[in-house]
Structure formats: C-alpha cells, structure tokens
C-alpha cells in the first residue's frame, strides 16, 4: 500500500536519538541482575536468556559454550564428538502421547541430533521423592528403555537419589548423550544466510497443548498427543539429501517456534520472515491455545525440528523430509533476509505484517 | 473454525483496505482510538496497521484491564498473597504486573501461594477444595469481567463458603473515556468501541461521545475484518460530517446491553468514589467495590494491607500518550527510566501498549516506511 498512501514525515533529531538509545540498550550482552530466580527463567524466553547468557556463559569462558547451540562440539583425538545434557521435571510424569521416560531419551537425543550427531550412548540419572509407587518408577524406566531402544541408543550409565517427600514433584530425570557428529554436517546456530528456506518438521503445539490439558486445569477436552519422537531419521534426511546446504537445525522445545527463531535471528545477525498461513498446526491445537489465549507459536515441541536450508536445496530437503515417518507434513514456512536484523517478522494470514518477539517467560493466558 | 475465519478472510481484508484507502483525505491525519485492549491484541496480532494508510493511526486506549492497576494495588495484593494459609489467585496475565517493588510472579518465588487461574469459578473450587485455607481472588477488568466476578460471589454466598474472598478492582470504561474527552489538549478523531463491554452494558452509555465531544464511535467485534470495517464506518462518518454511535457487532451486541449481568453487578458491586488508574490518576466514580450485603467477601476488609497509595512517578506521561498528545518517545523517561523490563507507566506494562510496541518495534516501523 505505501506507494499510493501518504507517508509520515521523517523522523526528527529526537526521535532518532532515542531510537539509538534503545538500540543501544538492546545491543549490550544481557546481564543477569534479577534477585531470586522464578518461573520465568526456566521459561525457554528472554528471563532464560538472561541467565545463560548473563551468568553461566561468561562464568564458564566456553568457546564452544558461547555459540549456544543444543549440544557443545568436542574433539578427542581427533573425532569430532557433540556431548548434551537435559533435565525433565515435567508434570504429570505420564500424559498422552508419552512419558517423563520417552522425553528424557528423546531430549537428548534430539540435542545432539541438531548438532549432526547420532547418539551414541545416554546416561540417565534419577532424582526420585519419597512415596513415589515402585509401579510408577517401573513404568517410567520401561519407557526408558523402549525409546532408548528405538532410537538406537546405549545405556552406558546413571545414577539414583532418593530426596524427602515434598522435595521432588515425584520424579526428576537428567541425561547426558554423547555421538559422532556426522561428517556431512556444517551446522551452526551462526550459519544463516539470506535467502535460507525455513522448515518445520511438522505440525506444532502439539507437545505442549498435551500437556496444558493434561494438567487439567481447565475443563478443556480435546484429542491432543505430545510430539515426542527421536529427531535423528529426520536430521538424517536432511543431511544426506542437503549436506552443506543445511545450515542450522534446531528442535523446538520450549519457548516454541517463535523462540527458537528469534534465538537463531540474533545469533546470525540476520531478519526472518515467517508466513503464518504455511505454518503447519493441527485445527484441535490451533482451537484450544485461542480458547487459552496463548500463541501456538510459543507452545513447546518435543519432536519438531527447525531447519535453515540453502533456496536452491530447499525443496529436494522438504521433499526428503517429508518421506520421513512422522514428518509428512513438514512445510517451508519463511525465508532469511538481511534485514532487520535479529528480528522475526510474521505475514499474518490476514495479510498484515508484526514482529514476532521473544517472550520474557512463559506465555500467560490474557484476560482479554 | 467454523463462524470465525469468515472474519480473518484475506481477500476480503483487502477489498476494506482499499475502500479504507478511498476514504481519507491525503491531506488528513487521522488518528482513532481503540479503546480495549483486546482489539489492540487483534492489531497487533493480524498485523492490521500495516493494512491503513500511513495517515491513518491507531492510537491504543486505557482498555487494558492488566495496565492501568496502580501499583498500590498490587502490592495490597502481593501483600494479602503473604498471609499465612492464604491460596492468592488471579488472572494469568496480572502475575508479571510490576507493584512498587515486585510481581505476584516473583511473591510467588518468595514463597507466596499464587496460583493462575482462567475463571473466578476457579478460585471458589479451590476454596471448596481447600476448607482450611484462605483463598483469594484478585479480580480485574471492566464490565465485560465483573459479572462472572459478581455470579461467583453469589454462588459463595449460597453455599456458604466462609474462606472465600475478593479483592475487588473492576473498573468502568465510561469514566476514563470522559476524562480522556474533557482534555483540552485532546487529538482523537474518533473512537473503536468496546465490544465485549458492549455486550453487557449496551450501546446506549456510548452516545455520549457524539453528543457532548463529537467524535464518532462505531462499536466493533474482535476479528480483523471486524476492526477493518469499524476503523472504515469511523472514516466514513468523519468524511460524511457524521458523528454518532454505530453497532457493528450487532451478531452480538444488543443495543440495551445484557439487563441479568447488569443487575447482578447492581446487586455485587457498588460504585467506588474514585479510584486510581495507573498512568491517568484518581478517575471519579470509576471503579466498583463489593456492596455491603458482600461486604463479607471483601478481602479489603478481611486482611490488613498497606493500602499505600504508590505515586505514579511524575515524569511519566502515559495520560498524554493516551490522548495522543504526544508520541512515546516524547515521553521523558522513555527508553532511560522507563523500558519494558522496568516499566513505570500503563503504556509500558503490557507488551501491546503504545510505548512497548514503540520500546520493541519502532526501528523497523521506520524501516517499513522507507522500503
């Protein structure tokens, strides 16, 4: 519309100064002076932003550590190896389409999955509260174990703590996985560049919309299944059929899409764009986050990747993915442009045009 | 969704942005305020001023219920969340409205019992769940909340429920659009009004608007094609010399409004002498507290809080961003004092307020432009 409609006058002196001021104060590295920790920080958004990249990285002087990627790179004599660990106090421990067990396997997996990696072996250490059923415990470790099995993955070692009742919301899962990085991969959370078609794995919200409900909170009933899967078959496609034309995987877990992107807009210092009607989303999903006010795009996946792949490689990637069990509808939902850059913009379907930011923490249902 | 993305329907939208662009006078700024904050929610969301011509602004209004509790109040609430055995819960998005020195996200790290919850129905089964605790609802908003507040208040009082209380912060939308209008400094060409109060209260407290200030209302749904069309017929009706209160929510708004909310909240509610709004101070006859046959319901009078009046800081203008006397970043603590990690005015507090959308979009708004 801008060419037929007039346009505002240009922006003053002052404007431009605060505007400077505020890109100023964005552009410093984020510190983290909050006093207590909340809910926030574990959020997947800004708040937890802050607090790795304002305590822990600098804390810890980690190169590899500083590109803030799923996994953190190794080399052992020689091997390029990716290493990760996760943590799961997910609450209910069991809900439809899954368990605390299967995420705990499957988290890891995923990490070093979009480092390129395949892994290898987990270890799996387990915090658990006085009083919880050995039958519970049972089940969970079966779970374990099945996902452990169809991802292909040893079991090298672990550990159990048992912690007073009221100290642990049943139980706590921790694991730690190790694998080759493929030597087809050349992924980096700073590898970017303009032109990148980006990819979803499937539809979205599924994991965390399972969850919400499950809770039961609210007198919501639909047929909704968490996402969790291993991500490897579908890093795998990705890498034989796009090789170096893959430039960043990323599963997105909490925090969602939306995070994830703005994530890797920043740490690629370019814009993305993403159209809202080719974000592929489930009717029952989509009904139930506008029923709770929440944007699909911030809800948590626990088996949808993100790939930025090369334009010319694009569709061959899609096509490839989409021949992967679990992944058939997989779809191109944006492109990489240079500009603005660290920011995602969003066509709306509606035909108009936002940003879409980052949350400071969870989203939180609006009254109005 | 079947009756809903009718109204998201892009072509459409379309076919309104160009008879919007018909409309206005080039030579013309225009500037229209929609008052809730819901349909600021919308704009943002369906990206609908990118679709108006660059002459037609949005000017977001005092309609969000969240934004304009003063501080004062929220540390009465964080205050009484503090109680021994008190279950303190509120609407999910009050939980990161800052007080004078903390959230109820952050009593809740220290140790308060805060819980989220989608209806005030929620928070009398928890009471019933929890006979030997406290529990406490912090209701919020204007009409379009207070009579669910008002039904759950009567239902504790028929069961009898003794552990049940409220602290009553609904407010009334007319009060601080009147006081919005009386500014002399005032630049809003017409206003986008309330739906969802709409369907309580009705059409008719609207009328004043033409008839005192001259400036037109068109009363609109929450679906993008809805605001296109209401920010159309406001066009129309400044073009045409028009100034009069128009339903174009008529698929849910009666012009009478809903007569059984109404008098239930006659029944809970009693009005306040004044109240104060964050960023527009003591507004008179604003706000509603219970009434004295609910008085035992009213957490104000139950708990012992500071009721300390916290002042909004002086150098904030909030009122004049509201009015559209000034831009955010006129403002004096704009982007220094006030940001959207320590927000000090209504505008700043919610991420759809004028000065956050401004705070987090404005470059590329500029940008927009000069592509």
């Not at chain 1, 004599?77 to 368990?99: E, H, K, N």
């Not at chain 1, 099945?146 to 642990?168: N, S």
């Not at chain 2, 009718?6 to 013309?28: F, H, K, M, N, W």
């Not at chain 2, 009898?160 to 009060?175: A, D, E, K, Y």
């Amino acid at each position: 519309m801008s060419e037929s409609a007039p346009t505002r006058p240009p922006p003053t002196d002052r404007e431009q100064r605060v505007l400077q001021i505020i890109e100023t104060a964005r552009a410093k590295r984020a510190r983290f002076r909050d006093d207590q920790i909340t809910l926030a920080h574990g959020a997947g958004g800004k708040a937890t932003q802050t607090l790795i990249e304002g305590l822990l990285v600098p804390a810890f002087g980690s190169e590899t550590l500083q590109a803030l990627g799923d996994a953190g790179g190794v080399t052992i004599g020689g091997a390029r190896l990716a290493m990760t660990a996760d943590s799961f106090v997910v609450s209910p421990l069991r809900f439809p389409g899954g368990s605390i067990g299967e995420l705990a396997v499957n988290g890891t997996v995923n990490d070093l999955a979009m480092a390129g990696a395949k892994a290898t072996a987990l270890t799996v250490a387990m915090i658990l509260e006085e009083g919880l059923p050995s039958d519970v415990l049972r089940a969970e470790v079966e779970a374990i174990a099945r996902a452990a099995q169809a991802a292909e993955v040893e079991i090298v070692g672990g550990d159990t703590k048992v912690v007073p009742r009221g100290l642990a919301d049943g139980m706590y899962l921790s694991t730690t996985g190790v694998g080759a990085v493929d030597p087809r991969a050349r992924l980096s959370t700073a590898g970017l560049r303009s032109g990148d078609q980006i990819l979803v794995s499937g539809p979205i919200g599924e994991h965390g919309t399972a969850i919400m409900l499950a809770r039961d909170q609210f007198d919501l009933d639909a047929e909704v299944e968490s996402d969790t899967c291993s991500l490897w078959p579908a890093a795998d496609a990705l890498l034989g059929c796009a090789g170096e034309a893959l430039h960043c995987l990323r599963d997105a877990t909490r925090g969602g899409v939306a995070s994830v992107l703005n994530e890797l807009a920043r740490a690629s210092g370019v814009g993305l764009v993403v159209r809202e009607a080719d974000v592929p989303i489930a009717p029952v999903v989509a009904a139930a986050a506008e029923l709770l006010g929440i944007d699909p795009m911030y809800i948590a996946n626990e088996g949808r990747l993100v790939a930025f792949v090369a334009r010319e490689a694009a569709d061959g990637a899609l096509a490839a993915l989409r021949r992967v069990a679990g992944c058939e509808e997989a779809a191109a939902i944006g492109e990489v442009r240079p500009e603005p850059p660290g920011m995602v913009m969003v066509q709306t379907a509606f035909g108009g045009r936002r940003v879409m930011d980052q949350l400071v923490g969870d989203p939180l249902p609006r009254i109005c | 969704m079947k009756y809903v993305d009718e109204y998201r329907d892009a072509q459409l939208g379309q076919a309104v942005a160009t008879q919007i662009l018909s409309e206005v006078d080039p030579d013309r700024h225009y500037k229209v305020m929609e008052v809730c904050g819901g349909h600021t929610h919308s704009i943002y969301k369906y990206g609908i001023d990118d679709l108006l011509p660059a002459n037609v602004e949005l000017v977001h209004g005092p309609g969000c219920p969240v934004c304009v509790i003063p501080m004062g109040r929220v540390d009465d609430g964080i205050a009484i969340a503090h109680h021994d055995g008190v279950i303190f819960t509120c609407f999910g998005d009050m939980m990161r409205v800052p007080g004078s020195e903390h959230t109820l996200l952050e009593a809740k790290a220290q140790g308060a019992d805060v819980r989220m919850v989608y209806s005030p129905l929620d928070a009398l089964r928890i009471a019933r769940e929890n006979p030997d605790r406290e529990v406490v609802f912090f209701a919020i908003g204007f009409e379009t909340t207070a009579p669910s507040t008002a039904l759950t208040l009567k239902r504790a009082k028929a069961e009898g429920l003794r552990n049940f209380s409220c602290v009553c912060n609904h407010v009334t939308i007319v009060p601080p659009l009147r006081a919005l209008l009386e500014s002399p400094d005032l630049r809003l060409d017409g206003f986008i009004g309330p739906g969802h109060v709409c369907t309580v209260v009705g059409a008719r407290p609207f009328h004043f608007i033409p008839a005192d200030y001259g400036r037109p209302v068109v009363i609109s749904g929450f679906e993008p094609l809805d605001i296109l069309q209401s920010i159309l017929m406001i066009l129309r009706q400044l073009r045409g010399g028009r100034h009069e209160v128009e339903n174009q929510y008529r698929r849910v708004v009666p012009d009478e409004g809903n007569l059984r909310a109404l008098q239930v909240m006659a029944e809970v509610f009693a009005l306040r002498p004044h109240f104060e709004w964050r960023g527009l101070g003591f507004i008179s006859q604003s706000a509603l507290r219970l009434s004295d046959a609910y008085a035992e319901f009213d957490a104000e009078q139950r708990f012992a809080t500071p009721s300390v009046r916290v002042a909004d800081p002086k150098a904030c203008q909030c009122g004049e961003v509201l009015k559209g006397v000034i831009k955010p970043w006129e403002c004096k603590v704009f982007g220094t004092a006030c940001t959207p990690e320590h927000a000090i005015g209504t505008c700043m507090v919610s991420p759809e307020g004028a000065c956050a959308a401004y705070y987090n979009f404005g470059r590329y708004a500029r940008q927009r432009e000069a592509v």
